[in-house]
């Protein structure tokens, strides 16, 4: 018996008109959740360095939030990536064999880089709290385990005094400084990844890195505030239902929520408008200028993909949101809304780059239409599938669930 070769895309890509036998939707979902998820990453440290290097002191409760939960999204970067290979174990080669000759090579330079930098930092903010945690335990029955951890990251830095304190405040101003640029460097050579292939006329532009990098700064700020939302609004239903003063624990945890969210949407408008008008620069330069290829990318635009890109990413993922945040005094619902059409439409952008970026065929007369597996029936339809892609998007709010157990990250400020 002759052994059936399984080619990889087989499952989920549909052909239309005239497509080369070789060609297939070989970047599925996980290829979209990668710069996705890397964007959220760089986001949610920009929002805290705002406060941590540029004394935004407007964003002094969700900065510390920021910087932990862009911690529980670091090691999520590389699910995507995991998922994808067909030899998965192979993936370590990159961490432990980095370098400059490719941009995948690269990652393992700027993601290692880029953890020691957010380890570092979150261990400057925190080690005041660290020690005082090993000196409160100290004797307490039963809190062995946790004043074990809490004495293992003190890292056997026990000063409390005034110099101390000030050192480590220069630290953390340091290192926030010098993330900034590997955070956005870590998304943006994603961006450069595909705006370096000659060979696609749609990813092949000089703004694409630009575009990945300012796109992340508004999901990572957007996903920040979002969650910050649901867990003060599940706070406040837990005071709601105590006994005794309820009410008025419920009015300050509202009123903090309120004033929280209110500052940080100003920096995500910004963003925000930053965002859409690199984007439309984009398509008007690709237009104006009328390229070889423009025939077919004003087909894929404006007839095959004109839902998921005009009215998907920049109706609902764009234009709506920003209207929502822009137009009346938006409040927590609303706002809540937004910030999830927000996320929607940044994912949007990344599924039109890495699909829409496949779906026409070399040869110019041909299309591809990508149909994710939604129940999968082997392993190859999870990893690609619905399901894959919400294992990776379920798994940094595990991550941090854990990590603010030790953490107080949602302890707001006097």
Same mark, same amino acid.
């Given at each position: 018996m002759?052994?059936?070769?399984?080619?990889h895309?087989?499952?989920?890509?549909e052909k239309?008109?005239?497509?080369?036998?070789?060609?297939?939707?070989?970047?599925?979902?996980?290829?979209v959740?990668?710069?996705y998820?890397t964007? @959220?990453?760089?986001?949610a440290?920009?929002?805290?360095?705002?406060?941590?290097?540029?004394?935004q002191?407007? &964003?002094k409760?969700?900065?510390?939030f920021?910087l932990?939960?862009?911690l529980?999204? &670091?090691p999520?970067?590389?699910?995507?990536?995991?998922?994808?290979?067909?030899q998965?174990i192979?993936g370590?080669?990159v961490?432990?064999?980095?370098h400059?000759t490719?941009?995948?090579?690269?990652?393992?330079?700027?993601?290692?880089?880029?953890?020691i930098?957010? &380890?570092?930092?979150?261990?400057?903010?925190?080690?005041?709290?660290?020690? /005082?945690?090993?000196?409160a335990l100290?004797?307490?029955?039963?809190?062995?385990f946790?004043?074990?951890i809490y004495?293992?990251?003190?890292?056997?830095?026990?000063?409390?005094s005034? /110099?101390a304190?000030a050192?480590?405040?220069?630290?953390v101003?340091i290192?926030?400084?010098i993330?900034?640029?590997?955070?956005?460097?870590?998304?943006g050579?994603?961006?450069?990844?595909?705006?370096s292939?000659?060979?696609?006329?749609l990813?092949?532009?000089? @703004?694409m890195?630009?575009?990945?990098i300012?796109?992340?700064?508004?999901?990572g700020?957007?996903?920040c505030? &979002?969650?910050?939302?649901?867990i003060?609004?599940?706070?406040k @239903?837990?005071?709601?239902?105590?006994?005794?003063k309820?009410?008025?624990?419920?009015?300050?945890?509202?009123?903090?929520?309120?004033?929280?969210?209110?500052k940080t949407?100003?920096?995500?408008?910004?963003?925000?408008?930053?965002?859409?008008?690199?984007?439309l620069?984009?398509?008007?330069?690709?237009?104006?200028?009328?390229?070889?290829?423009?025939?077919?990318?004003?087909?894929?635009?404006w007839?095959?993909?004109?839902t998921?890109?005009?009215?998907?990413?920049y109706?609902l993922g764009?234009?709506?949101?920003?209207?929502? @945040?822009?137009?009346g005094?938006?409040g927590?619902?609303?706002t809540?809304?937004a910030l999830?059409?927000?996320?929607?439409?940044?994912f949007?952008?990344?599924w039109?780059?890495?699909i829409g970026?496949q779906?026409?065929?070399?040869?110019?007369?041909?299309?591809?239409?990508y149909?994710?597996?939604?129940i999968?029936?082997?392993?190859?339809?999870y990893?690609?599938?619905?399901?894959?892609?919400?294992?990776?998007?379920?798994?940094?709010?595990?991550?941090?669930?854990?990590?603010n157990?030790?953490?107080?990250s949602l302890?707001t400020?006097?």
């Amino acid at each position: 018996m002759t052994e059936q070769l399984v080619v990889h895309g087989l499952e989920w890509t549909e052909k239309l008109h005239f497509v080369y036998p070789n060609e297939f939707i070989y970047w599925s979902i996980q290829i979209v959740m990668y710069p996705y998820m890397t964007g @959220l990453v760089a986001g949610a440290f920009v929002l805290s360095s705002l406060y941590h290097v540029f004394g935004q002191k407007d &964003l002094k409760d969700i900065a510390k939030f920021s910087l932990v939960f862009s911690l529980a999204l &670091l090691p999520v970067a590389m699910m995507p990536l995991q998922f994808h290979l067909q030899q998965p174990i192979r993936g370590i080669h990159v961490m432990m064999t980095p370098h400059f000759t490719s941009a995948i090579a690269a990652f393992g330079i700027v993601f290692s880089t880029y953890a020691i930098i957010v &380890l570092t930092e979150i261990w400057f903010v925190y080690r005041q709290y660290f020690v /005082e945690q090993t000196l409160a335990l100290k004797g307490v029955k039963g809190a062995g385990f946790r004043r074990l951890i809490y004495n293992i990251l003190t890292l056997g830095a026990y000063d409390l005094s005034e /110099e101390a304190i000030a050192a480590d405040k220069k630290g953390v101003k340091i290192f926030a400084a010098i993330g900034i640029p590997v955070a956005c460097f870590l998304h943006g050579y994603a961006g450069f990844i595909f705006g370096s292939v000659k060979a696609n006329a749609l990813w092949m532009s000089p @703004l694409m890195p630009v575009i990945f990098i300012m796109s992340a700064v508004v999901s990572g700020i957007a996903l920040c505030m &979002l969650t910050y939302i649901i867990i003060m609004e599940g706070k406040k @239903l837990a005071a709601s239902l105590k006994k005794g003063k309820s009410d008025e624990s419920v009015k300050v945890i509202a009123g903090v929520e309120m004033d929280v969210i209110k500052k940080t949407s100003r920096y995500l408008i910004g963003f925000l408008i930053a965002a859409i008008t690199l984007e439309l620069l984009d398509m008007i330069f690709r237009g104006y200028t009328q390229m070889k290829s423009w025939d077919i990318l004003r087909e894929v635009m404006w007839e095959e993909d004109f839902t998921k890109i005009f009215i998907m990413q920049y109706g609902l993922g764009n234009l709506l949101p920003f209207l929502l @945040l822009m137009i009346g005094k938006p409040g927590i619902k609303r706002t809540g809304i937004a910030l999830a059409l927000i996320l929607f439409g940044v994912f949007m952008m990344r599924w039109n780059v890495v699909i829409g970026g496949q779906a026409f065929s070399l040869s110019f007369h041909g299309f591809m239409h990508y149909h994710m597996p939604i129940i999968p029936h082997n392993l190859e339809t999870y990893k690609e599938g619905l399901f894959g892609a919400l294992t990776v998007g379920a798994t940094p709010f595990i991550l941090f669930y854990i990590i603010n157990k030790f953490v107080p990250s949602l302890k707001t400020s006097n």
